[in-house]
């Protein structure tokens, strides 16, 4: 697309800010809540979702107990399911049981790739059920707060994000208070079981996409307000520029599979400065794939003052996570 066809494009979407119906509500079971990711599967099966106990979900659309949460597996090695099942969120009990946060599917082995914050990247099986860890080090430093990642379709790469090397995930309000700027991007490579570290300095990495190529992988900086690109191939491998700035803060992007857009969760904290102090106005918001924003959707409907974690479109319907939300929201936008 020509850089005319995109400002064109992007003054006919600021004219037309949009909002979003929301369609239904899938609940998590009673207790949990915190389905911050979603997964689709290769068969287009779920959303899968992470949960505050520490156990991923699969939403079965038929079947026998079709319209619910169905248990698929979980993320901590060591979990103990008398000890866990029904663990609500931030409990220093979750350094045990697993906090599920970024989730993605191989769509080749059908294996799912999960960023636990405790226990690093972890996969389950195409069958679900107990983790592999994968990786919870990185050069002799342990990873402290793991939280998103995406798999390229093609070489089956895992780009994922550390938030902080200083906080954990049951620190989030200190991380949200301090100027940490101690996040990391990473790729792992399943065929080496090797780990690089791509971009230091991060503050508080909070979403990976990789392009639809897989010619650069995008990571947003939910303190520092931007998301970075990190070039994978082409002439400008191996460096990194900003691929947009943003006045909110952007937590998960995801890669829309059909256009080479990505779904960006943004938080504008309405409370006075300085930030991050809730309420927030929660906003989902699409770039292209040059960084500019194409429409802002408002998910106040959704999510009132609660902050959204993801946007996500599969197979054209939009759905939406929350770190605090007990379901995974389905909606619709509407201009
Ligand atoms: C996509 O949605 C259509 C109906 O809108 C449905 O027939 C099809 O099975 C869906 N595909 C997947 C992979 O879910
Ligand atoms: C959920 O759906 C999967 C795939 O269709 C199926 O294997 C499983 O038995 C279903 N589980 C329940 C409890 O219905
Ligand atoms: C996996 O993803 C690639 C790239 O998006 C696509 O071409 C391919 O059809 C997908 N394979 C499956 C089994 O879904
Ligand atoms: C993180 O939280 C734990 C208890 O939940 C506390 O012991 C620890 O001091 C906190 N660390 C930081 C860096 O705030
Ligand atoms: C992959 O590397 C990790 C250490 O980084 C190690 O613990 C694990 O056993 C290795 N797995 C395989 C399959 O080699
Ligand atoms: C990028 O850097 C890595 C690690 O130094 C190196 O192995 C790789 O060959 C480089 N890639 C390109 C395209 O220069």
């Known amino acids: ?25 899938l609940q998590l079971p009673p207790h949990l809540s915190g389905p911050e990711s979603l997964a689709f599967d290769r068969n287009g099966g779920g959303p899968y979702v992470g949960s505050s106990d520490g156990r991923i979900f699969r939403y079965n659309a038929t079947g026998p107990r079709s319209g619910s949460f169905v248990e698929y597996g979980y993320s901590s090695p060591i979990r103990n399911k008398e000890m866990c099942d029904g663990l609500t969120d931030f409990s220093d009990l979750q350094t045990r049981c697993g906090r599920p946060l970024g989730l993605g599917f191989n769509n080749q082995t059908n294996e799912l790739y999960v960023a636990d914050a405790y226990f690093g990247l972890v996969k389950i099986g195409p069958n679900g059920g107990a983790p592999t860890q994968l990786v919870r080090d990185v050069q002799g430093t342990p990873l402290i707060f793991t939280d998103a990642l995406d798999v390229d379709p093609e070489t089956g790469i895992v780009y994922f994000a550390q938030s902080s090397a200083n906080f954990q995930f049951r620190n989030l309000t200190a991380l949200l208070n301090s100027g940490d700027s101690s996040g990391s991007l990473y790729m792992y490579d399943p065929k080496t079981n090797q780990t690089r570290e791509l971009l230091r300095g991060l503050s508080m990495a909070a979403g990976v996409a990789g392009s639809n190529d897989g010619s650069f992988v995008l990571v947003t900086e939910f303190l520092g307000r931007r998301i970075q690109r990190f070039w994978v191939r082409g002439d400008r491998a191996n460096t990194s520029d900003t691929f947009a700035v943003l006045l909110g803060s952007p937590d998960n992007i995801k890669r829309i599979p059909t256009s080479n857009h990505f779904w960006v969760a943004v938080n504008n904290f309405l409370g006075p400065p300085p930030p991050p102090i809730p309420p927030v106005s929660a906003t989902g918001v699409r770039y292209s794939e040059n960084g500019f924003a194409l429409q802002i959707m408002s998910l106040l409907d959704e999510y009132g003052t609660q902050a959204v974690s993801e946007v996500q479109e599969f197979n054209g319907t939009l759905y939406g996570g929350s770190l605090f939300a007990s379901y995974a929201a389905v909606f619709t936008p509407y201009l």
Not at 1 to 24: D, E, G, H, K, V
């Open 1 to 25: 697309m020509s850089i005319l066809t995109t400002l064109i494009l992007l003054f006919f979407f600021i004219c037309s800010p949009s909002a979003a119906y929301l369609l239904n509500e």
